[in-house]
């Protein structure tokens, strides 16, 4: 293969991890609206870009291997296949994540930390415009610190999410099952946002050939 031939198949999976970014989004989103007021077609949403992620995996995985068998790549381009590798299966975990979450908003969420998980989602949202801004190049210098001050903020919230929950319980006991679900999700979307952060790292890795902690 010629490295311009080469050069293409990088683009192509480059491309389809930029794709499974967009799926993600897609679950954010339903997520966003499943907590202000659940629906199955938010569900269905999900349902259907969590199985689509699950196939656009394949294809990445099997992209990559066929890229490694034709040519024996750079240091550079070993670097950046591993990296699409490990993104993009973290792109399709959080999709799946996103699919579990749906079974504990099924009946709405506890008013009281409403606010403060749709807070976590618009967050999430944030960190993820920041990975893709790294994986098309733009910002890369400063996508740790960027990722670093949103997952820090994700943290306060969640700890947040799980002080209030036992205070709402103890007033009145008829809530537990709804501050366990709460607990839950927030626990789920805290997630979300550590996934986002090592996929933060590993997009560095794959531009810069550093390795850097985030989470």
């Known amino acids: 293969m010629s490295r311009r031939k080469l050069e293409d ?3 192509e999976i480059s491309d389809f991890v930029l794709e499974m970014a967009e799926y993600v989004k897609v679950c954010l989103d339903a997520l966003e609206r499943l907590l202000a007021s659940y629906s199955e077609e938010e569900v269905e949403v999900i349902m259907e870009y969590e199985e689509k992620s699950d196939l656009l995996n ?3 995985d099997e992209k990559c291997l066929s890229t490694l068998a034709l040519q ?7 670097r950046f296949i591993a990296s699409m590798l490990k993104i993009s299966a973290n792109y399709e975990r959080i999709c799946d994540i996103a699919r579990k979450i749906t079974f504990l908003l099924k009946g709405g969420v506890l008013e009281e930390v409403k606010d403060e998980l749709l807070k ?5 949202k944030e960190m993820l415009r920041v990975n893709v801004d790294g994986l098309k190049g733009v910002k890369v210098d400063e996508l740790i ?8 903020v994700i943290d306060k919230l969640n700890r947040g999410v ?13 809530k537990v099952e709804e501050g366990l679900k709460a607990v839950i999700v927030s626990l789920y979307l805290e997630r979300i946002g550590d996934i986002l952060a090592k996929s933060g790292s ?6 810069k050939g550093v390795w850097v902690w985030i989470k």
């Open 9 to 11: 198949k990088l683009r």
């Open 162 to 174: 799980r002080a209030r929950v036992p205070e709402v319980v103890k007033a009145n006991c008829e």
């Open 145 to 152: 610190t960027e990722l670093k001050k949103l997952d820090d």
């Open 72 to 78: 024996q790549p750079v240091a550079s381009d070993l």
């Open 202 to 207: 590993r997009i560095v890795f794959a531009k």
């Open 58 to 60: 394949l294809k990445v």
């Open 120 to 124: 976590i989602v618009e967050v999430l």
